[in-house]
């Protein structure tokens, strides 16, 4: 099995990428139990908001040593049955808290996106009694952020796997004649309807669900001190603010076993998703590995792509952007 990963900045927010992308192994060479195979944790957090790298990088880094130091350690997942799945579950709870922490210090300057490409710096002031990055010209930038995570912890074709937010993870099948693909995680956003009926009955009054067909899928506050705040996603990591309005961190979880056809596996952040479906980006990852490219070639062809659409789509805009490709023997 090959494992790899690749990361872009885009160019919607400057020269920021607040995607955090990390694949770690759970063994030391030499140190691969007897009859066990190598284990990955795999992660892609896409974060949001004035601090959003910082929450991603946070989380991310939080949550993969809980998974390290857990009991998954000499373990074979495909004998775990329901552990493993709490376990993810509890590492995403570690992951929320360490993002939240950072509104306890947040830096006094940060460099942000303040125009799309060009890039301005913030000072964080007291508005109306709430903290708010300025930089004189531009918008105020709320102190509120968070970040989408999808996790996998891989062993063999033993997975299991969870997400908040808008990071999604697809499986590859090789049916013969062409390759096939079925997503293994959801959107937390206003088109998941069982996400919009949740907020719509727990928080009527205060925020709107944009979840019409032609909605974007985005919730937002329209009264309180936040009016006017609009997410992408439901569910994430680090929110603070927008824990009162029905933003949550508990995650989707799932265990499954790759079939013998299952080809490949890619999580990635909405800059792909964005741009391509999970087909297209399939066959785009076979068509790199039928090239004779490796797991981290492929992950850096398929975000490179995803970039290039964005830019040459009518926006002109493309998003910080990150894969991760397994491809299965």
């Not at 955090?20 to 190598?38: D, L």
């Not at 000072?123 to 009694?129: F, H, M, V, Y």
């Not at 990591?237 to 029905?246: C, N, Q, T, V």
């Not at 299952?262 to 790199?288: I, P």
Request: hydrophobic share 35%; glycine share 10%; aromatic share 6%.
């Amino acid at each position: 099995m090959d494992v790899g990963c690749a990361s872009a900045s885009g160019n919607r927010y400057g020269d920021i990428n607040q995607d955090y992308c990390v694949i770690q192994e759970f063994y030391a060479p030499g140190e691969i139990p007897k009859g066990h195979q190598q284990t990955y944790i795999t992660a892609v957090l896409d974060g949001h908001g004035v601090l959003g790298d910082k929450a991603a990088c946070y989380a991310g880094k939080t949550l993969v040593r809980h998974l390290l130091s857990s009991s998954l350690r000499n373990r074979r997942l495909q004998d775990m049955h329901g552990e493993a799945e709490k376990l993810m579950t509890a590492a995403f709870a570690k992951g929320h808290t360490a993002a939240l922490a950072l509104y306890d210090d947040p830096p006094r300057q940060i460099r942000y996106g303040g125009a799309r490409k060009s890039m301005a710096t913030y000072t964080l002031e007291q508005s109306n009694g709430m903290r708010v990055y300025r930089n004189g010209s531009g918008p105020e930038r709320l102190l509120e952020f968070g970040c989408t995570c999808t996790c996998a912890v891989v062993q063999g074709r033993s997975v299991v796997m969870a997400n908040v937010g808008d990071s999604l993870a697809v499986v590859g099948t090789d049916t013969g004649s062409s390759y096939a693909s079925r997503t293994l995680t959801v959107r937390h956003n206003g088109h998941m309807p069982d996400e919009a009926k949740r907020i719509k009955e727990t928080y009527p009054g205060l925020v709107t669900v944009k979840d019409g067909p032609n909605s974007d899928g985005y919730m937002c506050v329209v009264s309180g001190a936040w009016q006017g705040y609009e997410l992408a996603v439901t569910r994430a990591l680090g929110h603070k603010h927008m824990a009162d309005y029905g933003v949550l961190p508990e995650p989707y979880v799932a265990s499954f076993t790759a079939k013998p056809e299952d080809c490949c596996m890619v999580l990635a952040s909405d800059g792909v998703w964005d741009v391509m479906d999970g087909q297209e980006v399939v066959n785009r990852v076979m068509d790199a590995a039928g090239e004779g490219k490796t797991a981290a070639q492929a992950a850096k062809m398929l975000v490179q792509d995803a970039v290039d659409l964005g830019i040459n789509s009518p926006s002109g805009e493309a998003d910080n952007t990150s894969a991760i490709v397994v491809l299965y023997p």
